[in-house]
């Protein structure tokens, strides 16, 4: 049975301690009745103590071999009954009131299958924060970018199901996926030009380590959905598979 009082938050997790408590806080602290499902595939790492720690405000939580992060996302996704949810990874971060803010848009157009703002990055490695690339829904510019952050957003638990939730064959656009289907399917997201998330950049992070294939997948998506694939992706990805590495190689120095 969905309850439209409670917030669905699942928490995909693997090897991130070092993250995990803050990301929890972030979570807890929203002022809002929140559902917490914690998916984790078998971490090595401190996540078990933490999750422990955390065990009596977690609505469920498990940890063991999973399908991937898409697989786990859908199961726990099962698991909840929040008509409003989302996903957080395990090293990202929600800002004070942005589940509320999030949910009143949804109430407000209750056309929208989605509610996104805007998401800062944290770079790890220096603690400086930026802005990712967000920006009003568009299906044209959709087309160009990955105009909506993942950890900015909220949707409604009925658009998630009829869509069928994440692709898991996906490994690293399956956000982007989603997007799309939940667009064709429902129409326009509604976007908040205010801040909800924190997004952490670490050399750790699945982007970061197969921007190749995070490009090849987001390419094949738009292929899919839009019919043909903008200039904008083949002139982008060199350029950017390329600063990748040169990063990487920096930071090993």
């Not at 049975?1 to 972030?26: K, R, Y």
């Not at 078990?48 to 996704?77: F, M, T």
């Not at 990712?132 to 998630?160: D, N």
């Not at 509604?190 to 997948?217: C, G, I, M, P, Q």
Request: net charge positive; hydrophobic share 40%.
């Amino acid at each position: 049975m969905m309850n439209d009082s409670i917030v669905t938050v699942v928490v995909p997790s693997f090897n991130q301690g070092e993250f995990l408590a803050e990301c929890l806080e972030s979570i807890l602290t929203q002022g809002v009745q929140t559902e917490i499902v914690v998916m984790d595939g078998g971490s090595t790492d401190s996540s078990l103590d933490v999750i422990r720690k955390y065990s009596d405000r977690i609505a469920y939580w498990q940890s063991k071999p999973d399908g991937g992060q898409s697989a786990a996302i859908n199961a726990g996704r099962k698991i909840g009954t929040g008509e409003f949810c989302c996903w957080l990874n395990s090293d990202d971060l929600l800002l004070p009131g942005a589940l509320e803010r999030l949910r009143s848009a949804l109430v407000k157009n209750p056309q929208a299958p989605v509610a996104y703002g805007r998401v800062r990055n944290l770079d790890q490695a220096s603690g400086r924060f930026s802005h990712v690339w967000v920006e009003p829904f568009s299906v044209r510019r959709l087309a160009v970018r990955c105009l909506v952050s993942q950890p900015g957003t909220l949707f409604r638990r009925t658009c998630w199901q009829q869509v069928g939730g994440l692709n898991a064959n996906l490994k690293m656009s399956m956000d982007y996926d989603l997007w799309w289907r939940l667009h064709l399917e429902f129409g326009d997201f509604e976007y908040l030009h205010e801040d909800v998330a924190v997004n952490r950049d670490h050399d750790r992070t699945k982007t970061n380590t197969n921007r190749s294939l995070h490009y090849k997948e987001s390419m094949a998506i738009v292929r899919k959905y839009y019919g043909r694939t903008p200039l904008k992706w083949y002139l982008y990805q060199p350029y950017a598979v390329w600063f990748r590495s040169l990063k990487a190689k920096l930071l090993e120095k």
